[in-house]
């Protein structure tokens, strides 16, 4: 009975893999929000290096993996892929379930996987300051770290109700040498307009990428980085399915179903997308489920439409599945997936229903939480549970349909520092969150004008 999986260093992928080569259906483009024509790489060029942007636009299949970012990777890549043989046998499933298992990475989550090329690209490019946001602050952990090893100054803006609740988090980011604020702030001129409207705003992922875009923009020495959302951040990740496929090819297996949480889409693509090219390619059938708070459902009740990516909307406008960039989710403890909107590939993929969506209430994610680490010992990060919810529930009616299914998801990253959350759980003070139809719609009414 063999529970764990590895890969040696020489079978980890060398190149990572571009979903866009194979879409049936390529995304929109993103287009100027003044004169709503698509804008080009020079738009880009003030907030990224151009290796990135050129990544961003790129159309060819498979891009190769630097061998200075290879060398880093090995710090913690490849990763183990586990059977979860107790969890199987507490559900009384048929289902064969595995986790890949990315809270091995110094970040304890997924994030690195972008961060350490990001960093490198700007290094390559002469940057001295990279500014970002993050959520429940995984991104910012994993980007302090990266630009500690190029020797790049570093910047974060991290939602205030996080920063609030994870200050662990922020000292880890304080440890790499990173720089952080709680958003918003009175830093900068989104801040200030945020607090001046709602003094009390516990922030969202959108206010926090308006100040870290206004930071870069306004300072020709700092460009900017995003740890989801954009295309070459989902294709970065994708070394995490990579390896996948070569652990279950040694297992003699490949997934039914593949389960991942969602946010913006770096975690859920990054496990996904080569799943999904076998289906593109090989005529497979494999279901490729995101799993979202019912708090911040964008997937499941927000619409497909063009919108910014940041709340003050000094972006170009994305087409998207999104609340609408004035959303701002309720203080879920998975504040890494508290985003208004997708990004414009797994969007352009729901649309064309190549992929499916899930939502859950945060108690029943916790109580999925907690049933895995009392059965696999890995305590999982809040974002991860959203995910396990979704295990579950295809493990259940996987023993109702007396079938059996493989199921595959992405552990992306561990709750050592969410012990607060475990614990207003385990106390009954964790509520479920609910936002009604009419906060949608007025939220949604916001953006109207912005159609093209």
Request: aromatic content about 8%; overall charge negative.
């Amino acid at each position: 009975m063999e529970r764990k999986i590895l890969l040696t260093e020489k079978e980890m992928p060398e190149h990572w893999y571009n979903i866009m080569a194979d879409m049936p259906n390529k995304p929109l483009p993103p287009l100027h929000p003044g004169t709503k024509q698509p804008i080009g790489p020079e738009a880009l060029a003030p907030l990224f290096p151009m290796e990135l942007i050129k990544q961003e636009v790129s159309t060819e299949k498979w891009i190769a993996i630097p061998e200075e970012v290879r060398d880093i990777y090995t710090l913690w890549r490849p990763t183990p892929l586990y059977r979860a043989y107790n969890l199987e046998k507490a559900l009384d499933t048929p289902a064969k379930i595995y986790y890949k298992y990315e809270g091995v990475s110094p970040a304890g989550s997924h994030k690195p996987n972008t961060a350490v090329p990001q960093a490198y690209y700007n290094k390559q490019e002469g940057v001295k300051k990279i500014s970002t946001e993050t959520g429940a602050g995984q991104w910012g952990t994993a980007l302090s770290f990266a630009c500690q090893l190029f020797g790049i100054e570093c910047e974060v803006f991290m939602v205030k109700v996080s920063y609030n609740q994870k200050p662990y988090r922020r000292i880890v980011m304080n440890t790499y040498g990173a720089t952080v604020h709680a958003s918003p702030s009175n830093l900068t001129q989104a801040g200030k307009h945020i607090l001046g409207e709602t003094p009390d705003s516990p922030g969202s992922l959108g206010i926090a990428i308006s100040e870290a875009v206004e930071r870069a923009a306004g300072d020709p020495q700092t460009k900017y980085a995003l740890g989801s959302v954009l295309n070459h951040v989902l294709m970065h990740q994708t070394i995490i399915g990579l390896e996948c496929i070569k652990q279950l090819e040694k297992a003699g297996d490949m997934p039914d179903i593949v389960v991942a949480p969602f946010g913006g889409g770096s975690n859920f693509a990054g496990i996904s997308f080569p799943f999904l090219r076998l289906n593109f390619e090989q005529g497979k059938s494999i279901r490729c489920i995101a799993s979202e708070p019912a708090s911040c459902p964008k997937l499941t009740r927000g619409v497909f439409r063009y919108d910014f990516g940041d709340t003050i909307g000094m972006t170009p406008l994305i087409p998207m599945y999104t609340l609408g960039h004035n959303f701002v989710p309720s203080p879920i403890h998975a504040g890494g997936l508290r985003y208004h909107g997708a990004g414009a590939i797994v969007s352009q993929l729901l649309k064309d229903n190549l992929i499916e969506a899930r939502s859950h209430y945060q108690k029943e994610c916790f109580e999925a939480g907690l049933l895995f680490a009392r059965t696999e010992g890995i305590v999982p990060a809040p974002e991860a549970n959203h995910g396990i919810a979704t295990v579950i529930h295809e493990a259940k009616q996987a023993q109702k349909e007396g079938k059996s299914k493989t199921i595959l998801f992405n552990l992306c990253g561990h709750g050592n520092f969410d012990m607060a959350a475990y614990e207003a759980y385990l106390s009954g003070k964790l509520v479920d969150e609910e936002v009604t139809t009419a906060e949608i719609e007025r939220s949604l009414a916001e953006i109207d004008n912005l159609q093209v």
